[in-house]
């Protein structure tokens, strides 16, 4: 098949994907968020486990401890099933979303983690705990406070609309791609079927 040099160089079947980088370009705004998400998660898990163990310190072999109020058991079984659900929401998983819509939103996410934080500082020694126990529970507390002062404040900033429009424009960017990669590979199958007719 001749080709005119005026013409160019992709008209001969090349795919225009050649060039392409190997990897898609990085975004520095997702890649923030992610990291922000990973620490908070962590945060949450921490102070979920912390609440979980001082939970289960309440009771030993002898049965219940009945030094320890109630109330602070119901506290505690509210702390470790939040912090549960906002570790959870770390992954962007949609039931969770479904189920408690305000952790979509930063500013709700950041208010829940300090709430998280705060319930996991004051139980501190509410059960009895050991020095390391309370020093994890004192980790714990500040970890998940300050991710959830970054989440609130960044959520007044908007900043988590801006990352899901970040996220949107990156899928709407890879399916160009795998659109464009099947129109070529098409190309070449009727390139094919035309050589052998």
Same mark, same amino acid.
């Given at each position: 098949?001749?080709?005119?040099?005026?013409?160019?160089?992709?008209?001969?079947?090349?795919?225009?994907?050649?060039?392409?980088?190997?990897?898609?370009?990085?975004?520095?705004?997702?890649?923030?968020?992610?990291?922000?998400?990973?620490?908070?998660?962590? *945060?949450?898990?921490?102070?979920?486990?912390?609440?979980?163990?001082?939970?289960?310190?309440?009771?030993?072999?002898?049965?219940?401890?009945?030094?320890?109020?109630?109330?602070?058991?119901?506290?505690?079984?509210?702390?470790?099933?939040?912090?549960?659900?906002?570790?959870?929401?770390?992954?962007?998983?949609?039931?969770?979303?479904?189920?408690?819509?305000?952790?979509?939103?930063?500013? *709700?996410?950041?208010?829940?983690?300090?709430?998280?934080?705060?319930?996991?500082?004051?139980?501190?020694?509410?059960?009895?705990?050991?020095?390391?126990?309370?020093?994890?529970?004192?980790?714990?507390?500040?970890?998940?406070?300050?991710?959830?002062?970054?989440?609130?404040?960044?959520?007044?900033?908007?900043? *988590?609309?801006?990352?899901?429009?970040?996220?949107?424009?990156?899928?709407?960017?890879?399916?160009?791609?795998?659109?464009?990669?099947?129109?070529?590979?098409?190309?070449?199958?009727?390139?094919?079927?035309? *050589?052998?007719?």
């Amino acid at each position: 098949m001749l080709q005119n040099s005026d013409e160019p160089p992709v008209a001969d079947g090349a795919p225009l994907l050649e060039n392409r980088p190997l990897t898609p370009p990085t975004d520095s705004l997702l890649y923030v968020c992610m990291v922000l998400s990973i620490v908070s998660a962590l *945060g949450s898990v921490l102070c979920m486990v912390v609440n979980l163990v001082s939970l289960l310190r309440s009771f030993d072999s002898r049965g219940f401890d009945y030094r320890v109020s109630p109330f602070v058991l119901i506290l505690r079984c509210y702390a470790v099933a939040i912090a549960f659900f906002v570790a959870l929401a770390e992954t962007e998983w949609e039931v969770i979303f479904r189920l408690w819509q305000v952790l979509e939103y930063w500013v *709700g996410r950041g208010m829940f983690q300090i709430f998280i934080a705060t319930l996991t500082k004051v139980l501190a020694r509410a059960s009895g705990e050991t020095q390391a126990e309370s020093v994890l529970h004192d980790v714990a507390s500040w970890w998940l406070l300050i991710c959830g002062i970054v989440y609130t404040a960044a959520g007044l900033l908007c900043i *988590g609309r801006i990352k899901r429009s970040h996220l949107r424009e990156m899928s709407r960017r890879q399916q160009a791609i795998k659109d464009l990669e099947e129109v070529h590979r098409r190309r070449a199958e009727l390139e094919a079927q035309l *050589g052998h007719g």
